[in-house]
């Protein structure tokens, strides 16, 4: 039996209070939400939702994980020794346009960009369940690369933020606060292909 699920096939009660939680969080703002609502728009009670999470922001923190991993973050698949970085940084790249054009996640940028002032732990825990793994992810990668003499990208860590900007760059301001248009698939794979190529070609090896 998955840990998503109970006996009888229905969600589990820990995944109830994560996705009342997340629509709670979109529709009034973290602030304006307590553990008390969670609780009844999940249908539990809040004694069980405390032994879950140990307060509001760590269940925040799991809205947010739950929803990268189901947009599946980058793995180790993406770094099999048989794949070139070319193919690499495209399937990363893939990954972060899927997280920067999802309304979803847009709208939770939103509520933390709103909300952080008032409550300075919420953009923590963002971006340490959220952005910090991804970018640590591909920084351990160059790393890699860099030590094995592939590509010299000078330090790992800011190229990796480099490249992840060239990634989200066309796209992420305009949307997040909602003054552009979505682009297509096709536009954004091709804005994708560039980043790709002009990131390894200030990369490679002379």
Do not use: W
Request: hydrophobic share 40%; with cysteine; aromatic share 8%.
């Amino acid at each position: 039996m998955s840990d998503k699920e109970d006996r009888a096939g229905r969600p589990s009660k820990r995944d109830l209070i994560v996705s009342a939680a997340r629509k709670l969080f979109l529709d009034s703002g973290y602030g304006a939400v307590s553990m008390d609502a969670i609780a009844a728009e999940a249908g539990v009670s809040k004694r069980t939702v405390y032994s879950h999470f140990q307060n509001k922001e760590t269940l925040f923190g799991a809205v947010i994980g739950d929803m990268c991993a189901a947009m599946g973050g980058p793995n180790s698949t993406d770094l099999a020794a048989d794949r070139s970085p070319e193919e690499v940084l495209t399937a990363y790249g893939r990954q972060i346009l899927k997280v920067v054009l999802d309304p979803e996640a847009l709208s939770v940028f939103r509520v933390v960009l709103a909300e952080s002032p008032q409550f300075p732990e919420l953009s923590q825990m963002f971006c340490s369940t959220g952005p910090d793994p991804m970018c640590n992810f591909l920084s351990s990668y160059l790393a890699e690369l860099n030590a094995a003499g592939v590509l010299d990208v000078g330090d790992p860590d800011t190229a990796a933020k480099q490249f992840i900007n060239m990634v989200k760059g066309p796209y992420f301001t305009a949307l997040l606060f909602g003054v552009g248009p979505r682009p297509t698939q096709e536009e954004a794979e091709r804005s994708l292909q560039q980043a790709v190529s002009i990131f390894l070609k200030g990369a490679r090896k002379e």
